[in-house]
């Protein structure tokens, strides 16, 4: 951090003190005056002297706070009144900081034009209208225009395509008395029955709201009242002997039968919710929106935000809540997540507004842990991941976010050109038993598993060393004899240790011995996540918080560490099995045998009682009483350690990977 703006953090500092302790909004700005994120809090001042004093720990702060040179702040009279003026903030300033959907495109609506004598339904991707209101988002425009032919086959209404219903209002904004000399010529979609003939004088202006409240609350998802209504109408019109106007209603109510046919049933209830899944990645998310109306998936909205493993999930889900509530009045009942969101309560009340319930219903959240709800939950999910692959695939992102991590590390690391092929190491080991190395190799900032190497360490022992393990397996893998063996690929670009500047020191001694001068060579702080490298005395490389270089290091670390602790877990469990046997009388290398045979792993012997084993006939009786008494000792220890519990837990190897 500069001088410069360590002195600017130390007034805003100074200044924060004149913050009152009230809930409100927060603006942070940059040295050129730019919003750069928006922010609410129950006590504003307690929440901004968070960020400067770095008691936040979500990833980006460092980054945010590098950029703050300044701030503003709005005091509000609640937390659900500072919900509000944030989510108006965010929409006016689109802060960098802030989760924002990732794909910058606006999203089709349908829409009803109630600014108008006789409004018009249309589809659009405007929502800027405050005497319009709008249904979706859809994130298919096809759906959004099925929808629309759907529903005016259900409630005639006009179409703001219609060049009439244009003509219409034309009159009707120079002269309200145009009413009285409507044409008396219906339009095409009057003709078919799409239109109610506002254009011909078929139908009042009262008469033509009570369509336009109805069309509402189809829109809305609400379908079986409809057809309990017009099954009466039907009935009406039969019994009037009105069998033409009988067999347009039949026609209306078939339209949502088929309409209901197609949406998946997921509830035997009413059910009344939104269902959100979301899957992160990095930097990045998807977010898919199940819309379920009377038990039935209405409809599903999928989006991409510009934020991931970055920032926390309550923030993400906060941030996401915003943005499309805001877009939507399709508001649910009920909102069904993985996690209820930090300030529920704020959030419940502003939705419940929105609602505008006529009956006083509220709109509440559900974080579900099994059940029903909970499978929907999962598959929104799932669906929310597939979301995110296929805007991957879609805009090439792994490859751009590896060459983008490559080249940033190339300049950070000064490399002579971008690290194509990274090996990373680890060890593993207990107090210096079972010790093992990994390596690891990304080829092109992705894993390439069939480079993946284990070794088992051969220098003796006494107590952990993980310099003269490291120094072994760098001399053993970067031998001339290895360097030539094609099984291991070609050299290098970079060499990543596990371990910081002790294990840098000892790779530098095995390639000083070696005479290697030509591979890059960084060892990883596992606490800050520091390079430490050979030229650079003064101090670690630290990778810009949130880069795409320092999500490539982590994952390839995290890989190796990985690769090497199953390795071990397995040598060590192999080991024990090994060494408890050994202990009981009479129980040799044939008996051995034969016993884990017959019981087909150590692990379903060591549960196996004393009648179960005699029963199996491979041991005398004696020798099983031993064994067993010997198992329960063993038993009682794995439960009292939870070091060896863990030993349990260990993942299957990569059946391709060699042991050197």
Not at 108 to 125: C, M, N, V
Not at 341 to 348: I, R, S
Not at 353 to 366: D, M, P
Request: with cysteine; proline share 5%; aromatic share 8%.
């Amino acid at each position: 951090m500069s001088q410069n703006h360590s002195e600017r953090l130390e007034k805003i500092k100074e200044e924060l003190a004149s913050v009152p302790t009230l809930p409100g909004v927060y603006l942070w700005k940059n040295a050129a005056g730019e919003v750069i994120y928006v922010g609410k809090a129950k006590q504003l001042r307690a929440r901004m002297r968070q960020y400067v004093n770095f008691q936040d720990e979500r990833a980006k702060i460092p980054l945010l706070v590098d950029q703050i040179a300044s701030f503003d702040y709005i005091v509000t009279e609640s937390e659900h009144e500072s919900l509000v003026l944030e989510k108006n903030l965010i929409n006016e300033y689109t802060p960098y900081f802030n989760a924002d959907f990732k794909d910058d495109k606006s999203y089709p609506f349908i829409a009803l034009t109630k600014g108008d004598p006789f409004p018009a339904i249309k589809y659009t991707r405007e929502k800027h209208n405050p005497q319009t209101r709008y249904f979706g988002p859809y994130t298919d425009g096809r759906a959004a225009k099925e929808m629309i032919h759907t529903a005016r086959r259900v409630v005639p209404l006009c179409a703001a395509t219609c060049a009439d219903w244009r003509q219409l209002n034309r009159r009707l904004e120079k002269d309200p008395l145009a009413l009285l000399k409507r044409d008396s010529r219906p339009c095409f979609d009057a003709h078919v029955g799409l239109g109610p003939g506002a254009c011909c004088g078929a139908i009042t202006q009262e008469e033509y709201q009570e369509s336009i409240k109805r069309i509402e609350r189809f829109l809305s998802g609400h379908h079986q009242e409809f057809i309990d209504e017009l099954e009466a109408e039907m009935l009406e019109a039969a019994e009037a002997l009105d069998f033409e106007r009988a067999a347009r209603i039949k026609g209306r109510i078939d339209t949502i039968n088929s309409l209901q046919s197609k949406q998946h049933a997921v509830s035997s209830r009413s059910l009344d919710a939104d269902v959100i899944g979301i899957y992160r990645e990095e930097t990045v998310a998807g977010v898919h929106v199940f819309m379920v109306r009377e038990g039935r998936i209405k409809n599903s909205n999928e989006f991409v935000l510009n934020r991931g493993k970055d920032i926390p999930d309550d923030d993400l889900l906060h941030m996401f809540l915003l943005r499309y509530y805001d877009a939507t009045t399709s508001i649910p009942h009920e909102v069904i997540v993985r996690r209820s969101p930090d300030d529920a309560e704020a959030m419940q009340a502003w939705l419940t507004e929105k609602l505008e319930s006529s009956h006083g219903a509220k709109v509440r959240f559900t974080a579900p842990l099994k059940g029903e709800k909970a499978e929907l939950v999962a598959l929104a999910e799932t669906n929310a991941k597939h979301t995110l692959m296929r805007y991957k695939v879609r805009t090439n992102y792994d490859v751009k976010r590896a060459n983008e991590a490559l080249l940033q590390l190339e300049s950070a690391l000064a490399l002579p050109s971008p690290p194509l092929r990274i090996e990373c190491f680890d060890i593993s080991t207990i107090h210096g038993s079972y010790t093992v190395a990994s390596m690891v190799v990304f080829t092109n900032g992705k894993p390439d598993k069939s480079q993946y190497r284990r070794f088992k360490i051969k220098t003796p022992l006494t107590e952990a060393n993980d310099f003269l393990s490291m120094e072994e397996v760098l001399s053993r893998r970067y031998a001339p004899k290895r360097m030539a063996d094609e099984r291991f690929g070609s050299k290098p670009d970079l060499v990543i240790l596990d371990g910081g500047k002790p294990q840098l020191t000892a790779a530098l001694a095995s390639f000083k011995e070696l005479g290697i001068d030509d591979i890059g060579l960084a060892g990883l702080a596992k606490r800050d996540e520091e390079l430490f490298v050979p030229w650079q005395d003064s101090g670690p490389v630290v990778l810009p918080s949130g880069s795409a270089s320092l999500y490539l290091v982590k994952q390839i670390r995290d890989e190796a560490h990985r690769f090497a602790i199953t390795y071990h877990r397995n040598l060590r469990g192999k080991g024990m099995t090994a060494s408890i046997l050994d202990e009981v009388a009479g129980l040799g290398p044939v008996r051995k045998k034969a016993l884990l045979k017959a019981f087909r792993s150590f692990k379903n012997l060591k549960a196996a009682s004393l009648e179960e084993i005699q029963a199996a006939k491979v041991i005398p009786d004696e020798v099983a009483r031993e064994l067993v008494c010997v198992l329960k000792s063993y038993n009682d220890s794995q439960e009292n350690s939870s070091e060896e519990k863990g030993s349990r837990e260990s993942e299957p190897l990569d059946n391709e990977i060699q042991d050197l």
